[in-house]
């Protein structure tokens, strides 16, 4: 039997004990398919600013970034603030130790910085393999294999130097006081830390989060974390470079090499790292331009085709939200996802690595090609679909088998002056690596490190040997899901709504959703970040999300050759939109975000 075909097959066995028959749900390993557990739904009204916001997974943050922007700083500005602020007190989320993508508009020139992670020079393809089989994920993680370059501070100060306009020292105060006076722990913070079984086997970890029995700190307990205050002091007075030369770097490479049991990561490897400002993808939908990021990230490639083949299938069914949220809407959405997904796992890698199908990625959303994908649309189920030929083939790839990813945060700002940021940052899994680096400032504390390179293909090839284009090579970043997204009106270029979410592959899955909420269906964007989730990854079983759909549309899903598996889908949807009585913002209710602004 084909090694893909295995796969799935045990993929699909290991799922039937959660299919929706009844049975009990005793496989904790299902939450691979989330990146962060659930900690409750807290219902929102939205928020509405007339003057500028900063929408952020975490109050603190969000307020960090009014902060800014009330002093005059530009969105730039406060996207950053925020999110060293999030570091800190969201921090199984994204950090310094970690990387994003960042799509900033400041009136007139529209940049993707890529600050995503690079595998090490010594990294090769067969990084994650033993005796010629795949690492198991929860190993890889935990490894020391897993942390690529981070890329955080690089973006950063890259897109400050090109954008911003208070002094860069000032954009870390907010964070530095927190890190000294101490935050208290908030209820998903505490959640998370009391949940996860590695994290405590991290000496810093577990001196900073923990008691001595165990048990992480109560809710509402002061955090203080002087060695993140200590590094934050050092990059707001000698520049973002500073993290990738001296003591910060030289601690961060000792700790994931004792850990890895090899030197996985070098000097060198850190001296290299440059943050890539790259064109983003602009995509007309719906009478708006959609921008989002470009390879490395299959976001926006991957939502703008599971959409353009939406729009080529029956429009009735997701014209609006009532029509969307019935079973025959749901089978159209999930059977176009499976498709755009199938193309993901083909074509979409780093593309200093890769070649785009014909050259050019606008390949997979020529409209000829999605109308000749959604012929494949049918009702039952067709199951699982393979990729398309969207162009001559430069390169041939074989497709990446499923494997977890995880994730991350999202902010969006928009200030006084119509610039705007969507940023989507990342440790990879919920407290990355579960390695902590103090920075070389040897006190209490520190930031968490990444496990990136667990987003690449485990695998390097197919059982026949045909390369698989997400696979490891020293100096590539691997693919992501992060889709940082910024929409302007198509006919006056007027800047329209800033979004994005974290959560893995199903990232895809949350900003399309909000994108059909916020454009056709017209919502605000609080209403339309708390509609239900759902999505289907070109896999066996279709994730649901719990408690949101009535019986009655489950088992006609169920009887259109859906198999449901029911589960929390933690999304963490920030959105910004520009009305024209200010500017609405919603934050996910199943999060701690907020909105904040003037």
């Not at 009330?70 to 500005?77: F, L, Q």
């Not at 693919?479 to 800047?495: Q, W």
Request: proline share 8%; with cysteine; hydrophobic share 40%.
């Amino acid at each position: 039997m084909p090694r893909l075909a295995l796969l799935i097959l045990l993929l699909t066995s290991l799922l039937t004990a959660c299919e929706r028959t009844g049975a009990p749900d005793t496989l904790p390993a299902l939450d691979t398919l989330q990146p962060e557990q659930a900690s409750g739904y807290t219902e929102r009204t939205g928020w509405l600013h007339t003057r500028y916001a900063v929408a952020a997974a975490n109050p603190l943050a969000a307020e960090a970034g009014k902060t800014m922007l009330a002093a005059g700083g530009s969105a730039i500005d406060a996207a950053i603030a925020a999110q060293l602020v999030l570091g800190l007190v969201e921090p199984q989320s994204s950090g310094l130790g970690g990387g994003g993508f960042l799509l900033s508009w400041d009136g007139e020139q529209l940049v993707a910085w890529d600050g995503r992670e690079v595998a090490p020079a010594s990294a090769g393809p067969d990084l994650f393999m033993v005796d010629g089989e795949p690492m198991t994920f929860p190993q890889a993680v935990t490894s020391g294999l897993g942390t690529g370059v981070p890329g955080m501070m690089a973006m950063l100060a890259e897109a400050h130097q090109q954008q911003g306009h208070l002094p860069w020292a000032r954009l870390f105060t907010p964070a530095i006081t927190l890190a000294e006076q101490g935050f208290a722990i908030s209820p998903r913070l505490h959640t998370l830390l009391q949940g996860d079984r590695h994290l405590r086997q991290n000496p810093l970890a577990a001196a900073l989060y923990y008691q001595p029995d165990g048990d992480a700190h109560p809710v509402g307990t002061t955090l203080r974390n002087p060695a993140y205050g200590a590094v934050l002091r050092q990059l707001a007075e000698l520049g973002g470079d500073t993290f990738y030369r001296g003591a910060i770097a030289e601690d961060i490479i000792r700790r994931v090499n004792q850990r890895a049991g090899r030197q996985h990561l070098q000097v060198g490897d850190f001296s290299r790292y440059r943050a890539i400002p790259r064109s983003a993808l602009c995509t007309r939908w719906q009478q708006a331009q959609v921008c989002g990021f470009p390879p490395p990230s299959s976001g926006h490639l991957t939502i703008m085709q599971l959409l353009g083949i939406l729009d080529q299938l029956d429009t009735r069914h997701h014209a609006s939200a009532d029509s969307f949220y019935t079973a025959a809407g749901l089978h159209d959405y999930l059977e176009a996802a499976k498709l755009a997904f199938a193309d993901r796992a083909r074509f979409i890698a780093d593309p200093d690595f890769v070649t785009a199908p014909g050259g050019d990625w606008s390949s997979l959303l020529s409209p000829a090609y999605l109308r000749h994908r959604s012929q494949w649309v049918q009702t039952p189920s067709a199951g699982l679909a393979t990729a398309g030929n969207p162009a001559p083939a430069l390169a041939w790839y074989a497709p990446q088998p499923p494997q977890p990813e995880f994730g991350t945060t999202h902010i969006s700002v928009i200030d006084a002056q119509g610039r705007a940021v969507a940023m989507t940052t990342s440790i990879e899994q919920a407290f990355g690596s579960r390695l902590m680096s103090d920075g070389g400032t040897g006190q209490a504390g520190g930031f968490l490190l990444n496990n990136q390179l667990t987003d690449f293909s485990f695998r390097p090839t197919d059982a026949a040997g045909h390369p698989i284009a997400n696979r490891v090579e020293p100096g590539k970043r691997p693919r992501s899901s992060m889709s940082p997204t910024l929409v302007f009106n198509a006919d006056t270029g007027e800047l329209v709504a800033s979004l994005g979410s974290p959560g893995g592959a199903a990232i895809i899955h949350y900003t399309a959703k909000t994108l059909l909420g916020l454009l056709p269906w017209q919502l605000s964007p609080q209403d339309t970040v708390a509609l239900p989730n759902l999505g289907n990854f070109n896999s066996p079983q279709t994730l649901v999300e719990t408690g949101r759909f009535s019986p009655e549309v489950l088992e006609e899903l169920i009887s259109k050759g859906h198999t449901l598996n029911e589960r929390d889908m933690t999304s963490g949807i920030q959105a910004l939109q520009v009305t024209p009585q200010g500017i609405a913002g919603g934050a996910d209710p199943r999060r701690e975000g907020s909105v904040a602004g003037e």
